[in-house]
């Protein structure tokens, strides 16, 4: 005959392998990245724009590059 001991120690250790997977795959999420357009003249530091992808940055570069110059991205992680 089975005890209340024997039943409830596999069911910790399930509830607690679920919880480690679940951290662990949220844990291992992909980062997130900001893209910064900046000017090229000055050292780069003037700050134009921030972009929620490389795409958007990119747009606004080939928009704006006759009228700002020379323009880069920066890519941060958040």
Known sequence: MKTNMTIKVPRIF?????????????????????????LVDGGGTHHLITADNEDEAWDFI???EDSHGAMKILKFEE
């Open 14 to 38: 399930l509830i607690f392998f679920i919880h480690m997977t679940i951290l662990a795959i949220l844990g291992c999420s992909s980062p997130n990245y900001r893209y910064e357009v900046h």
């Open 62 to 64: 080939d928009e704006q």
